[in-house]
Protein backbone atom coordinates (compact mmCIF):
# COMPACT_ATOMS: atom_id res chain seq x y z
CA UNK A 1 0.00 0.00 0.00
CA UNK A 2 1.43 3.70 -0.97
CA UNK A 3 1.05 6.35 1.51
CA UNK A 4 -0.19 8.96 -0.68
CA UNK A 5 -2.88 8.50 -3.11
CA UNK A 6 -1.01 9.28 -6.29
CA UNK A 7 -4.02 8.98 -8.79
CA UNK A 8 -5.06 12.18 -6.71
CA UNK A 9 -1.93 14.59 -7.95
CA UNK A 10 -0.83 13.29 -11.24
CA UNK A 11 -2.07 12.51 -14.65
CA UNK A 12 -1.64 9.01 -16.44
CA UNK A 13 1.37 11.60 -18.45
CA UNK A 14 3.31 12.99 -15.15
CA UNK A 15 3.48 10.13 -13.84
CA UNK A 16 5.27 8.07 -16.59
CA UNK A 17 7.50 11.54 -16.82
CA UNK A 18 8.46 10.70 -12.97
CA UNK A 19 9.56 7.65 -13.70
CA UNK A 20 12.23 8.80 -15.74
CA UNK A 21 12.93 12.04 -13.59
CA UNK A 22 16.73 11.67 -12.03
CA UNK A 23 16.89 11.55 -8.50
CA UNK A 24 19.06 13.27 -5.54
CA UNK A 25 20.98 9.86 -5.27
CA UNK A 26 21.68 8.82 -8.80
CA UNK A 27 23.16 12.40 -9.00
CA UNK A 28 25.18 11.89 -5.62
CA UNK A 29 26.16 8.34 -7.40
CA UNK A 30 28.21 9.63 -10.42
CA UNK A 31 29.40 12.53 -8.46
CA UNK A 32 31.24 10.07 -6.53
CA UNK A 33 32.55 8.84 -9.56
CA UNK A 34 34.62 11.67 -9.69
CA UNK A 35 36.29 11.29 -5.83
CA UNK A 36 38.87 8.36 -6.81
CA UNK A 37 40.57 11.52 -8.59
CA UNK A 38 41.44 13.16 -5.38
CA UNK A 39 41.12 11.02 -2.72
CA UNK A 40 42.74 7.28 -4.40
CA UNK A 41 45.05 8.45 -6.51
CA UNK A 42 47.29 5.66 -6.46
CA UNK A 43 43.87 3.57 -7.41
CA UNK A 44 43.04 5.16 -10.18
CA UNK A 45 44.03 1.87 -12.57
CA UNK A 46 41.88 0.20 -10.20
CA UNK A 47 39.24 2.57 -10.77
CA UNK A 48 39.69 2.15 -14.26
CA UNK A 49 38.84 -1.48 -14.13
CA UNK A 50 35.96 -1.02 -12.52
CA UNK A 51 34.45 1.64 -14.70
CA UNK A 52 34.72 -0.62 -17.67
CA UNK A 53 33.41 -3.75 -15.54
CA UNK A 54 30.67 -1.44 -14.78
CA UNK A 55 29.86 -1.00 -18.40
CA UNK A 56 30.18 -4.73 -19.15
CA UNK A 57 27.70 -5.57 -16.45
CA UNK A 58 25.38 -2.53 -17.52
CA UNK A 59 25.50 -4.51 -21.07
CA UNK A 60 24.27 -7.47 -19.48
CA UNK A 61 21.36 -6.07 -17.20
CA UNK A 62 19.81 -4.93 -20.37
CA UNK A 63 19.40 -8.46 -21.69
CA UNK A 64 18.91 -10.22 -18.20
CA UNK A 65 17.82 -8.06 -15.95
CA UNK A 66 15.30 -6.32 -18.49
CA UNK A 67 14.58 -8.65 -21.08
CA UNK A 68 15.10 -12.04 -19.02
CA UNK A 69 17.70 -13.56 -20.82
CA UNK A 70 20.47 -15.33 -19.14
CA UNK A 71 23.52 -15.77 -20.83
CA UNK A 72 26.75 -17.47 -20.13
CA UNK A 73 28.87 -16.22 -22.91
CA UNK A 74 28.64 -12.44 -22.73
CA UNK A 75 32.16 -12.15 -22.53
CA UNK A 76 32.31 -13.22 -26.41
CA UNK A 77 31.11 -9.77 -27.28
CA UNK A 78 33.34 -8.02 -24.65
CA UNK A 79 36.07 -10.00 -26.30
CA UNK A 80 35.35 -9.15 -29.49
CA UNK A 81 35.57 -5.54 -28.69
CA UNK A 82 39.16 -6.01 -27.15
CA UNK A 83 40.82 -7.41 -29.96
CA UNK A 84 38.72 -5.03 -32.50
CA UNK A 85 39.64 -1.80 -30.94
CA UNK A 86 43.28 -3.48 -30.36
CA UNK A 87 44.00 -4.79 -33.61
CA UNK A 88 43.09 -1.97 -35.05
CA UNK A 89 44.91 0.06 -32.74
CA UNK A 90 47.96 -1.47 -33.37
CA UNK A 91 47.54 -2.34 -36.89
CA UNK A 92 45.43 0.92 -38.23
CA UNK A 93 45.02 3.33 -36.31
CA UNK A 94 45.66 4.70 -32.45
CA UNK A 95 42.88 7.34 -32.13
CA UNK A 96 40.80 6.36 -29.44
CA UNK A 97 37.19 6.95 -30.53
CA UNK A 98 38.02 5.84 -33.93
CA UNK A 99 38.94 2.23 -31.98
CA UNK A 100 36.11 2.31 -30.07
CA UNK A 101 34.06 2.61 -32.85
CA UNK A 102 35.62 -0.23 -34.66
CA UNK A 103 35.01 -2.32 -31.34
CA UNK A 104 31.34 -1.42 -31.29
CA UNK A 105 30.69 -2.30 -34.90
CA UNK A 106 32.16 -5.59 -34.95
CA UNK A 107 30.88 -6.67 -31.51
CA UNK A 108 27.56 -5.36 -33.18
CA UNK A 109 27.24 -7.53 -36.03
CA UNK A 110 28.35 -10.31 -34.49
CA UNK A 111 25.79 -9.40 -31.75
CA UNK A 112 22.92 -8.91 -34.70
CA UNK A 113 23.89 -12.63 -36.32
CA UNK A 114 23.87 -14.81 -33.35
CA UNK A 115 20.62 -12.62 -32.25
CA UNK A 116 19.10 -14.66 -34.78
CA UNK A 117 19.89 -17.55 -32.75
CA UNK A 118 19.27 -16.26 -29.37
CA UNK A 119 16.15 -15.57 -29.72
CA UNK A 120 14.51 -18.66 -30.78
CA UNK A 121 15.37 -20.12 -27.36
CA UNK A 122 14.60 -19.82 -23.72
CA UNK A 123 16.01 -20.78 -20.51
CA UNK A 124 18.44 -23.64 -20.03
CA UNK A 125 19.04 -24.20 -23.71
CA UNK A 126 20.00 -20.48 -24.11
CA UNK A 127 22.30 -20.48 -21.18
CA UNK A 128 23.62 -23.31 -22.77
CA UNK A 129 23.86 -21.81 -26.56
CA UNK A 130 25.48 -18.80 -25.39
CA UNK A 131 27.89 -20.75 -23.14
CA UNK A 132 28.85 -22.46 -26.58
CA UNK A 133 29.29 -19.67 -28.06
CA UNK A 134 31.66 -18.24 -25.92
CA UNK A 135 33.79 -21.09 -25.68
CA UNK A 136 33.63 -21.02 -29.87
CA UNK A 137 35.19 -17.47 -29.58
CA UNK A 138 37.66 -18.20 -27.30
CA UNK A 139 38.69 -21.15 -28.77
CA UNK A 140 38.86 -18.94 -32.36
CA UNK A 141 40.89 -16.30 -31.25
CA UNK A 142 43.44 -18.97 -29.53
CA UNK A 143 44.32 -20.31 -32.53
CA UNK A 144 44.37 -17.12 -34.93
CA UNK A 145 46.96 -16.57 -32.69
CA UNK A 146 48.91 -14.76 -36.24
CA UNK A 147 45.73 -12.35 -35.44
CA UNK A 148 45.40 -12.05 -32.23
CA UNK A 149 48.66 -13.22 -30.37
CA UNK A 150 46.61 -16.10 -29.06
CA UNK A 151 47.51 -17.17 -25.20
CA UNK A 152 50.89 -15.07 -25.35
CA UNK A 153 48.13 -12.05 -25.74
CA UNK A 154 47.83 -9.39 -28.11
CA UNK A 155 51.10 -7.11 -27.77
CA UNK A 156 52.24 -3.64 -29.02
CA UNK A 157 49.19 -1.53 -29.01
CA UNK A 158 49.56 1.99 -28.58
CA UNK A 159 47.33 4.38 -28.14
CA UNK A 160 47.11 7.85 -29.38
CA UNK A 161 45.79 10.74 -26.52
CA UNK A 162 42.33 11.55 -26.28
CA UNK A 163 40.76 14.08 -28.27
CA UNK A 164 44.90 14.29 -29.27
CA UNK A 165 45.82 16.17 -25.79
CA UNK A 166 45.08 13.63 -23.48
CA UNK A 167 48.26 11.21 -22.80
CA UNK A 168 47.04 7.54 -21.61
CA UNK A 169 49.81 8.17 -18.30
CA UNK A 170 51.25 5.35 -15.94
CA UNK A 171 48.92 6.84 -12.59
CA UNK A 172 45.65 6.66 -14.94
CA UNK A 173 44.32 9.90 -14.96
CA UNK A 174 43.49 9.90 -18.27
CA UNK A 175 42.63 6.30 -18.61
CA UNK A 176 39.73 6.21 -15.76
CA UNK A 177 38.00 10.09 -16.80
CA UNK A 178 38.29 8.17 -20.72
CA UNK A 179 36.57 5.24 -19.13
CA UNK A 180 34.58 7.00 -17.10
CA UNK A 181 33.31 9.19 -19.58
CA UNK A 182 31.92 6.51 -21.93
CA UNK A 183 30.94 5.04 -19.17
CA UNK A 184 28.67 7.58 -18.16
CA UNK A 185 27.34 8.49 -22.00
CA UNK A 186 26.61 4.50 -22.25
CA UNK A 187 24.54 5.36 -19.02
CA UNK A 188 22.56 8.09 -20.40
CA UNK A 189 21.68 5.76 -23.38
CA UNK A 190 20.95 3.02 -21.76
CA UNK A 191 18.82 4.78 -19.12
CA UNK A 192 16.73 6.36 -21.75
CA UNK A 193 16.36 2.81 -23.42
CA UNK A 194 14.63 1.48 -20.20
CA UNK A 195 12.03 4.68 -20.11
CA UNK A 196 11.25 4.28 -23.37
CA UNK A 197 8.33 2.14 -24.87
CA UNK A 198 10.88 -0.67 -25.99
CA UNK A 199 12.28 -0.62 -22.65
CA UNK A 200 8.77 -1.16 -21.58
CA UNK A 201 8.44 -3.85 -23.78
CA UNK A 202 11.11 -5.83 -22.72
CA UNK A 203 10.22 -5.59 -19.43
CA UNK A 204 6.76 -7.07 -20.97
CA UNK A 205 9.19 -9.94 -22.28
CA UNK A 206 10.37 -10.50 -18.40
CA UNK A 207 7.26 -10.59 -17.04
CA UNK A 208 5.53 -12.70 -19.05
CA UNK A 209 6.38 -14.13 -22.19
CA UNK A 210 3.39 -15.96 -23.51
CA UNK A 211 1.07 -12.08 -23.34
CA UNK A 212 3.22 -10.58 -25.38
CA UNK A 213 1.87 -12.07 -29.00
CA UNK A 214 -1.27 -11.80 -27.49
CA UNK A 215 -0.79 -8.11 -27.05
CA UNK A 216 0.48 -8.06 -30.90
CA UNK A 217 4.09 -7.86 -29.96
CA UNK A 218 6.92 -9.93 -31.99
CA UNK A 219 9.10 -10.65 -28.93
CA UNK A 220 11.80 -12.52 -31.27
CA UNK A 221 12.31 -9.04 -32.94
CA UNK A 222 12.05 -6.77 -29.81
CA UNK A 223 15.16 -9.55 -28.51
CA UNK A 224 17.04 -9.29 -31.84
CA UNK A 225 17.20 -5.75 -31.31
CA UNK A 226 18.17 -5.69 -27.61
CA UNK A 227 20.70 -8.16 -27.75
CA UNK A 228 22.32 -6.22 -30.43
CA UNK A 229 22.05 -3.04 -28.25
CA UNK A 230 23.64 -5.03 -25.84
CA UNK A 231 26.25 -6.75 -27.86
CA UNK A 232 27.57 -3.44 -29.11
CA UNK A 233 27.89 -1.86 -25.21
CA UNK A 234 29.70 -4.98 -24.02
CA UNK A 235 31.74 -4.20 -27.26
CA UNK A 236 32.77 -0.82 -26.35
CA UNK A 237 33.22 -2.08 -22.63
CA UNK A 238 36.25 -4.78 -23.56
CA UNK A 239 37.46 -1.66 -26.60
CA UNK A 240 38.67 0.46 -23.55
CA UNK A 241 40.03 -2.15 -21.73
CA UNK A 242 42.33 -2.91 -24.69
CA UNK A 243 42.66 0.87 -25.03
CA UNK A 244 43.57 1.43 -21.50
CA UNK A 245 46.12 -1.17 -20.66
CA UNK A 246 47.48 -1.80 -24.64
CA UNK A 247 47.30 -4.92 -24.62
CA UNK A 248 45.16 -7.60 -24.51
CA UNK A 249 44.76 -11.27 -23.28
CA UNK A 250 42.97 -14.00 -24.41
CA UNK A 251 41.17 -13.78 -20.61
CA UNK A 252 38.64 -11.26 -22.14
CA UNK A 253 36.67 -14.00 -24.08
CA UNK A 254 37.00 -16.87 -21.31
CA UNK A 255 33.71 -18.15 -18.91
CA UNK A 256 35.41 -16.86 -15.69
CA UNK A 257 34.68 -13.12 -17.55
CA UNK A 258 31.06 -14.32 -18.52
CA UNK A 259 30.32 -15.81 -15.15
CA UNK A 260 31.78 -13.08 -13.03
CA UNK A 261 29.83 -10.26 -14.64
CA UNK A 262 26.97 -12.82 -14.46
CA UNK A 263 28.00 -12.83 -10.29
CA UNK A 264 28.36 -8.78 -10.14
CA UNK A 265 25.13 -8.33 -11.42
CA UNK A 266 23.59 -10.85 -9.05
CA UNK A 267 25.33 -9.28 -6.55
CA UNK A 268 24.78 -5.29 -7.36
CA UNK A 269 20.72 -6.28 -8.28
CA UNK A 270 19.70 -6.98 -11.61
CA UNK A 271 16.90 -4.75 -13.84
CA UNK A 272 17.62 -1.79 -11.42
CA UNK A 273 20.42 0.31 -14.01
CA UNK A 274 22.39 0.84 -11.03
CA UNK A 275 23.08 -3.10 -9.72
CA UNK A 276 25.55 -3.61 -12.58
CA UNK A 277 27.62 -0.65 -11.43
CA UNK A 278 27.14 -1.20 -7.84
CA UNK A 279 28.03 -5.12 -8.09
CA UNK A 280 30.91 -4.55 -10.30
CA UNK A 281 32.73 -1.59 -7.94
CA UNK A 282 31.75 -4.70 -4.89
CA UNK A 283 32.90 -6.94 -6.80
CA UNK A 284 36.58 -5.52 -7.98
CA UNK A 285 36.91 -3.67 -4.49
CA UNK A 286 36.40 -7.10 -2.93
CA UNK A 287 38.85 -9.11 -5.24
CA UNK A 288 41.43 -6.42 -4.83
CA UNK A 289 41.45 -6.94 -1.00
CA UNK A 290 40.98 -10.35 -0.75
CA UNK A 291 43.58 -11.10 -2.93
CA UNK A 292 45.93 -9.22 -0.74
CA UNK A 293 45.21 -10.92 1.93
CA UNK A 294 45.11 -14.61 0.35
CA UNK A 295 46.16 -14.17 -3.57
CA UNK A 296 45.87 -17.87 -3.75
CA UNK A 297 42.56 -18.06 -2.25
CA UNK A 298 40.52 -15.08 -2.79
CA UNK A 299 37.69 -16.62 -4.92
CA UNK A 300 36.52 -17.79 -1.60
CA UNK A 301 35.52 -14.84 0.11
CA UNK A 302 33.89 -14.09 -3.48
CA UNK A 303 32.06 -17.22 -3.25
CA UNK A 304 31.31 -16.48 0.62
CA UNK A 305 29.69 -13.45 -0.44
CA UNK A 306 27.54 -14.26 -3.49
CA UNK A 307 26.00 -16.79 -1.09
CA UNK A 308 25.21 -14.45 1.40
CA UNK A 309 24.13 -11.55 -0.73
CA UNK A 310 21.62 -14.61 -2.68
CA UNK A 311 20.37 -15.72 0.51
CA UNK A 312 19.92 -12.62 2.77
CA UNK A 313 19.18 -10.32 -0.34
CA UNK A 314 17.61 -12.06 -3.21
CA UNK A 315 17.24 -8.82 -5.12
CA UNK A 316 21.01 -8.21 -4.57
CA UNK A 317 22.33 -5.46 -2.78
CA UNK A 318 20.48 -2.55 -4.84
CA UNK A 319 16.76 -4.50 -3.86
CA UNK A 320 17.84 -4.93 -0.30
CA UNK A 321 18.38 -1.17 -0.25
CA UNK A 322 15.21 -0.20 -1.78
CA UNK A 323 13.60 -2.63 0.83
CA UNK A 324 14.91 -0.84 3.52
CA UNK A 325 14.55 2.96 2.59
CA UNK A 326 10.55 1.62 1.88
CA UNK A 327 10.63 0.31 5.19
CA UNK A 328 11.85 2.81 6.81
CA UNK A 329 9.26 5.59 4.93
CA UNK A 330 6.92 3.51 6.14
CA UNK A 331 7.35 4.19 9.74
CA UNK B 1 -5.78 -4.71 -43.68
CA UNK B 2 -9.69 -5.32 -44.25
CA UNK B 3 -11.77 -2.56 -44.63
CA UNK B 4 -14.90 -1.52 -41.75
CA UNK B 5 -16.31 -4.39 -40.35
CA UNK B 6 -19.89 -4.05 -42.01
CA UNK B 7 -22.95 -6.06 -40.53
CA UNK B 8 -24.17 -9.05 -41.52
CA UNK B 9 -20.61 -10.48 -42.95
CA UNK B 10 -18.58 -12.66 -41.30
CA UNK B 11 -15.87 -11.52 -38.70
CA UNK B 12 -14.26 -14.72 -38.24
CA UNK B 13 -14.86 -18.14 -39.61
CA UNK B 14 -13.29 -21.40 -38.39
CA UNK B 15 -13.87 -24.45 -42.00
CA UNK B 16 -12.57 -28.04 -40.72
CA UNK B 17 -10.79 -27.07 -38.38
CA UNK B 18 -8.81 -30.22 -36.82
CA UNK B 19 -6.33 -30.68 -33.87
CA UNK B 20 -4.95 -34.07 -32.48
CA UNK B 21 -2.22 -34.51 -29.79
CA UNK B 22 -1.21 -38.08 -30.97
CA UNK B 23 -4.28 -40.29 -30.69
CA UNK B 24 -6.11 -37.46 -28.81
CA UNK B 25 -8.31 -35.64 -31.07
CA UNK B 26 -9.35 -31.73 -29.52
CA UNK B 27 -10.87 -30.78 -32.49
CA UNK B 28 -13.10 -32.78 -34.47
CA UNK B 29 -14.33 -30.70 -37.88
CA UNK B 30 -15.09 -27.94 -36.23
CA UNK B 31 -17.07 -25.37 -38.60
CA UNK B 32 -18.04 -22.03 -37.21
CA UNK B 33 -19.12 -19.00 -38.57
CA UNK B 34 -19.33 -15.33 -36.29
CA UNK B 35 -20.77 -12.72 -37.95
CA UNK B 36 -20.21 -9.32 -37.21
CA UNK B 37 -21.23 -7.70 -34.00
CA UNK B 38 -21.80 -11.35 -32.68
CA UNK B 39 -22.26 -12.51 -29.17
CA UNK B 40 -22.05 -16.48 -29.07
CA UNK B 41 -21.20 -18.38 -26.32
CA UNK B 42 -19.13 -21.22 -26.46
CA UNK B 43 -20.34 -23.88 -23.80
CA UNK B 44 -19.99 -27.98 -22.88
CA UNK B 45 -18.17 -29.63 -20.29
CA UNK B 46 -14.86 -29.75 -18.89
CA UNK B 47 -12.18 -31.01 -21.10
CA UNK B 48 -14.84 -30.32 -24.43
CA UNK B 49 -11.89 -28.40 -25.75
CA UNK B 50 -13.36 -25.23 -25.65
CA UNK B 51 -10.07 -23.31 -24.53
CA UNK B 52 -8.41 -25.28 -27.44
CA UNK B 53 -10.69 -24.20 -30.03
CA UNK B 54 -9.63 -20.57 -28.97
CA UNK B 55 -6.06 -21.35 -29.22
CA UNK B 56 -6.50 -22.64 -32.64
CA UNK B 57 -8.27 -19.63 -33.68
CA UNK B 58 -5.95 -17.45 -32.42
CA UNK B 59 -2.98 -19.38 -33.82
CA UNK B 60 -1.42 -20.25 -30.08
CA UNK B 61 -2.06 -23.93 -31.89
CA UNK B 62 -1.74 -24.64 -35.28
CA UNK B 63 -4.34 -27.20 -36.73
CA UNK B 64 -3.72 -30.21 -38.36
CA UNK B 65 -6.48 -29.27 -40.79
CA UNK B 66 -8.73 -26.77 -41.72
CA UNK B 67 -8.89 -23.01 -42.03
CA UNK B 68 -9.10 -20.21 -40.21
CA UNK B 69 -10.07 -16.85 -41.93
CA UNK B 70 -10.52 -13.59 -39.92
CA UNK B 71 -12.29 -10.62 -42.09
CA UNK B 72 -13.02 -12.86 -45.24
CA UNK B 73 -8.87 -13.44 -45.10
CA UNK B 74 -6.92 -16.91 -44.65
CA UNK B 75 -5.01 -16.27 -41.44
CA UNK B 76 -4.20 -20.33 -40.63
CA UNK B 77 -0.63 -20.06 -41.46
CA UNK B 78 0.30 -16.65 -39.31
CA UNK B 79 1.33 -16.34 -36.00
CA UNK B 80 -0.81 -15.36 -33.04
CA UNK B 81 0.96 -11.57 -33.18
CA UNK B 82 0.04 -10.90 -36.65
CA UNK B 83 -3.75 -12.34 -36.14
CA UNK B 84 -3.72 -9.80 -33.14
CA UNK B 85 -2.39 -7.08 -35.62
CA UNK B 86 -4.96 -8.12 -38.17
CA UNK B 87 -7.65 -7.55 -35.22
CA UNK B 88 -8.09 -10.44 -33.21
CA UNK B 89 -8.28 -10.63 -29.53
CA UNK B 90 -8.46 -12.75 -26.51
CA UNK B 91 -8.25 -12.90 -22.97
CA UNK B 92 -7.02 -16.11 -20.79
CA UNK B 93 -8.86 -18.10 -18.77
CA UNK B 94 -5.93 -17.88 -16.06
CA UNK B 95 -4.45 -14.60 -15.38
CA UNK B 96 -1.88 -13.96 -18.21
CA UNK B 97 -0.68 -10.61 -16.82
CA UNK B 98 2.09 -8.77 -16.75
CA UNK B 99 2.69 -8.56 -12.42
CA UNK B 100 5.82 -6.39 -11.90
CA UNK B 101 3.84 -3.54 -14.53
CA UNK B 102 1.23 -1.82 -13.40
CA UNK B 103 -2.12 -1.50 -15.20
CA UNK B 104 -1.19 1.58 -16.63
CA UNK B 105 2.32 0.43 -18.03
CA UNK B 106 0.50 -2.84 -19.22
CA UNK B 107 -1.67 -1.11 -21.28
CA UNK B 108 0.41 1.76 -22.68
CA UNK B 109 2.66 -1.18 -24.05
CA UNK B 110 -0.11 -2.67 -25.78
CA UNK B 111 -1.29 0.58 -26.96
CA UNK B 112 2.87 1.50 -28.56
CA UNK B 113 2.97 -2.66 -29.73
CA UNK B 114 -0.41 -1.52 -31.61
CA UNK B 115 0.55 2.12 -32.45
CA UNK B 116 4.01 0.04 -33.86
CA UNK B 117 5.83 1.96 -31.92
CA UNK B 118 6.88 0.04 -29.17
CA UNK B 119 10.56 -0.50 -30.94
CA UNK B 120 11.35 3.20 -30.23
CA UNK B 121 14.23 2.92 -27.39
CA UNK B 122 15.30 6.90 -28.71
CA UNK B 123 12.38 7.85 -27.21
CA UNK B 124 10.91 8.72 -23.46
CA UNK B 125 7.62 6.82 -22.99
CA UNK B 126 6.10 10.25 -21.75
CA UNK B 127 6.43 12.10 -24.93
CA UNK B 128 4.07 9.56 -26.14
CA UNK B 129 1.14 11.93 -24.60
CA UNK B 130 -1.72 10.15 -27.03
CA UNK B 131 -0.74 6.56 -26.28
CA UNK B 132 -0.61 7.04 -22.32
CA UNK B 133 -3.79 8.61 -22.76
CA UNK B 134 -5.57 5.96 -24.98
CA UNK B 135 -4.25 3.56 -22.16
CA UNK B 136 -6.13 5.21 -19.57
CA UNK B 137 -9.32 6.05 -20.89
CA UNK B 138 -9.46 2.05 -21.50
CA UNK B 139 -8.65 1.27 -17.94
CA UNK B 140 -11.18 4.08 -16.58
CA UNK B 141 -13.69 2.74 -18.95
CA UNK B 142 -13.20 -0.54 -17.55
CA UNK B 143 -13.22 0.67 -13.75
CA UNK B 144 -9.75 0.14 -13.19
CA UNK B 145 -8.56 4.40 -13.44
CA UNK B 146 -8.07 4.41 -9.74
CA UNK B 147 -6.07 1.02 -9.28
CA UNK B 148 -3.60 2.22 -12.37
CA UNK B 149 -0.58 2.76 -10.57
CA UNK B 150 -0.90 -0.18 -8.46
CA UNK B 151 1.50 -3.32 -9.41
CA UNK B 152 -0.67 -5.65 -11.15
CA UNK B 153 0.43 -8.21 -8.60
CA UNK B 154 -0.62 -6.94 -5.43
CA UNK B 155 -4.44 -6.12 -7.44
CA UNK B 156 -7.70 -7.83 -6.30
CA UNK B 157 -8.66 -10.79 -8.40
CA UNK B 158 -11.66 -9.67 -10.03
CA UNK B 159 -9.67 -6.04 -11.01
CA UNK B 160 -7.32 -8.53 -12.51
CA UNK B 161 -9.98 -10.22 -14.61
CA UNK B 162 -10.66 -6.87 -16.39
CA UNK B 163 -7.15 -5.94 -16.74
CA UNK B 164 -7.14 -9.07 -18.89
CA UNK B 165 -9.57 -7.87 -20.92
CA UNK B 166 -8.27 -4.04 -20.93
CA UNK B 167 -5.01 -5.44 -22.37
CA UNK B 168 -7.02 -7.34 -25.20
CA UNK B 169 -8.98 -4.30 -26.11
CA UNK B 170 -5.94 -2.20 -26.60
CA UNK B 171 -5.29 -3.83 -29.32
CA UNK B 172 -8.24 -2.34 -30.96
CA UNK B 173 -9.91 -5.92 -31.41
CA UNK B 174 -12.42 -6.53 -34.28
CA UNK B 175 -12.98 -9.81 -32.82
CA UNK B 176 -12.23 -10.87 -29.21
CA UNK B 177 -12.40 -14.17 -27.94
CA UNK B 178 -13.01 -14.21 -24.19
CA UNK B 179 -11.99 -17.46 -21.90
CA UNK B 180 -14.27 -17.52 -19.36
CA UNK B 181 -14.14 -14.25 -18.33
CA UNK B 182 -15.59 -14.60 -14.55
CA UNK B 183 -13.47 -17.30 -14.11
CA UNK B 184 -12.73 -18.18 -10.24
CA UNK B 185 -14.38 -14.42 -9.65
CA UNK B 186 -17.45 -14.68 -6.40
CA UNK B 187 -20.65 -15.15 -8.00
CA UNK B 188 -21.99 -11.93 -7.14
CA UNK B 189 -18.86 -10.15 -8.94
CA UNK B 190 -19.27 -11.95 -11.81
CA UNK B 191 -21.76 -9.89 -12.90
CA UNK B 192 -19.71 -6.59 -12.95
CA UNK B 193 -17.60 -8.39 -15.63
CA UNK B 194 -20.40 -9.32 -17.41
CA UNK B 195 -21.74 -6.01 -17.47
CA UNK B 196 -18.52 -5.18 -18.92
CA UNK B 197 -18.24 -6.86 -21.53
CA UNK B 198 -22.17 -6.60 -22.73
CA UNK B 199 -21.21 -2.57 -22.44
CA UNK B 200 -18.37 -3.34 -25.41
CA UNK B 201 -19.12 -1.58 -28.90
CA UNK B 202 -21.63 -3.34 -30.73
CA UNK B 203 -19.44 -3.41 -33.78
CA UNK B 204 -17.42 -5.88 -32.22
CA UNK B 205 -17.41 -9.23 -32.64
CA UNK B 206 -17.63 -11.85 -29.25
CA UNK B 207 -17.32 -14.96 -28.57
CA UNK B 208 -17.29 -16.07 -24.50
CA UNK B 209 -16.87 -19.06 -23.06
CA UNK B 210 -18.69 -19.67 -19.58
CA UNK B 211 -19.98 -22.21 -17.14
CA UNK B 212 -22.96 -20.04 -15.64
CA UNK B 213 -26.03 -20.77 -17.72
CA UNK B 214 -27.55 -17.96 -16.09
CA UNK B 215 -25.11 -15.67 -17.51
CA UNK B 216 -24.57 -17.41 -20.76
CA UNK B 217 -28.79 -17.08 -21.70
CA UNK B 218 -28.54 -13.26 -20.06
CA UNK B 219 -25.66 -11.84 -22.62
CA UNK B 220 -25.67 -14.76 -25.61
CA UNK B 221 -27.23 -14.18 -28.83
CA UNK B 222 -26.18 -17.19 -30.07
CA UNK B 223 -24.97 -20.37 -28.30
CA UNK B 224 -22.39 -23.46 -29.64
CA UNK B 225 -22.26 -26.39 -27.63
CA UNK B 226 -18.84 -28.69 -28.03
CA UNK B 227 -18.44 -31.69 -26.64
CA UNK B 228 -15.34 -33.83 -26.94
CA UNK B 229 -13.82 -31.82 -29.24
CA UNK B 230 -16.72 -31.61 -31.80
CA UNK B 231 -19.56 -29.23 -32.31
CA UNK B 232 -22.96 -31.14 -30.41
CA UNK B 233 -25.25 -28.40 -31.60
CA UNK B 234 -25.84 -24.75 -31.82
CA UNK B 235 -28.43 -22.28 -31.96
CA UNK B 236 -30.69 -19.72 -30.14
CA UNK B 237 -30.81 -19.71 -26.62
CA UNK B 238 -34.34 -20.62 -26.47
CA UNK B 239 -33.54 -23.97 -28.66
CA UNK B 240 -30.30 -24.50 -26.88
CA UNK B 241 -32.17 -24.98 -22.99
CA UNK B 242 -34.91 -26.67 -24.78
CA UNK B 243 -32.66 -29.24 -26.68
CA UNK B 244 -32.92 -32.66 -24.93
CA UNK B 245 -29.28 -33.72 -25.90
CA UNK B 246 -28.13 -30.68 -24.43
CA UNK B 247 -29.23 -31.18 -21.43
CA UNK B 248 -28.95 -34.39 -21.33
CA UNK B 249 -25.04 -34.17 -21.85
CA UNK B 250 -24.29 -30.53 -20.07
CA UNK B 251 -27.57 -29.16 -18.46
CA UNK B 252 -28.39 -31.87 -15.86
CA UNK B 253 -29.21 -35.31 -16.17
CA UNK B 254 -25.37 -36.30 -16.62
CA UNK B 255 -23.49 -34.87 -14.02
CA UNK B 256 -20.33 -33.65 -14.04
CA UNK B 257 -18.34 -32.97 -11.21
Given at each position: MTASDPAAAMTPQTYMQSLSRWRVLEIAFWLATLLPFWLFPTYLSLASQIAITALFALSLDLI?????IVSLGHAAFFGLGAYSAGIFTKF????PFSGLLVAALVAGIVGFASSFIISRFRHLTLIMITLGLGLLLHEAANSMSWL?????GLQGVSIKPVFGVFKFDLYGYTAYGYALGILFLCFLFTRRLINSPFGLALRGIRENFTRMPAIGADSRAHIRKVYTISAIIAGIAGGILAQTTETVA????SFERSADVLVMLVLGG?????GGLIGAGVFMIARDQFSGIAPQYWYFWIGVLLVVVVMLLPNGILGGLSKLTARWRRK | MSAQPVKGTVALSARGVQKSFGSLV???DINIDLPVGARYALIGPNGAGKTTLINLMTGMLVPNAGQITLGGE??????PQERVRRGLARTFQINTL????NPLEAVTLAVCERRGI??????????NKDAIEEAYEILAKLKLGDACYRTTRELPYGRQRLLEIALALATKPKVLLL???????PHEESGEIFEVVAGLSDELTLLFIEHDMHVVFRFATHIIVLVGGAIFTQGSPAEISTDPGVREVYLGTRKHG
Open positions: LGYAGVWGETGGSDLEVLAGRLY | VARDVTAMKFAGLAGRFWQNIAADEPAAGV
